[in-house]
């Protein structure tokens, strides 16, 4: 049986400074491409291994999965439907600030069709997340596992739908930077392991 070897990014900056950053794009931090390192490492020593590597187009996850390809001798191949959360002109704003000053995730958890200002609502994050996640799946069904290098808002969204049936559960998954999460999608989907980072 296959399964998708779920990886967040390393550490950018605005991780450190509590930002929200969804569609922005940022390179990695020093310990964000440590992160990747010991993750490629960890990764290399998998029975029975990792048989391709798909990433989103944003920079942070491009060099988190370049690093890792690098060891495996994959080239990682970008999805651009496993990009971030973005939220319009909300982004950059602290997590504080989308609390106590726009309700940002009462609102959204409230109604999944709820969008900021020139961003996107769970209900849309999910329409694209879901299937790229299912058709990877498809696509390496024998290949035992893929990794998806990815973000953890865009995440949470997809296994709020996957594994509770609504987007809007989306706040029952926090993933730490370059954490692993190993999802199966058939029969039904489920999570063997969640937020996995005793390899860094």
């Not at 109604?111 to 209900?123: D, V």
């Not at 696509?139 to 995440?155: I, K, N, P, S, Y």
């Amino acid at each position: 049986m296959s399964s998708l070897l779920l990886l967040r990014h390393g550490q950018i900056k605005a991780n450190l400074q509590g930002l929200w950053h969804g569609s922005t794009d940022s390179p990695l931090t020093w310990r964000g491409r440590r992160q990747a390192s010991r993750s490629a490492r960890h990764i290399d020593r998998l029975d029975p291994g990792v048989r391709a590597i798909y990433t989103s187009p944003l920079k942070r996850c491009v060099e988190t999965a370049a690093k890792i390809g690098k060891r495996l001798k994959i080239d990682p191949v970008v999805n651009d439907d496993l990009r971030e959360y973005g939220i319009g002109e909300w982004e950059g704003l602290s997590f504080r600030s989308l609390a106590e000053d726009y309700d940002f995730v009462n609102k959204s958890t409230q109604n999944p069709e709820f969008a900021p200002p020139g961003g996107e609502s769970l209900a849309q994050v999910a329409a694209r997340m879901v299937p790229a996640l299912r058709e990877i799946y498809a696509r390496h069904e024998m290949d035992h596992q893929v990794l998806v290098v990815c973000h953890g808002a865009a995440t949470a969204i997809a296994l709020g739908a996957l594994i509770d049936g609504d987007p809007k559960h989306w706040t029952h998954y926090q993933f730490a930077n370059c954490s692993l999460t190993e999802l199966v999608l058939s029969p039904s989907p489920y999570v063997n392991f969640f937020n996995s980072t005793h390899h860094l």
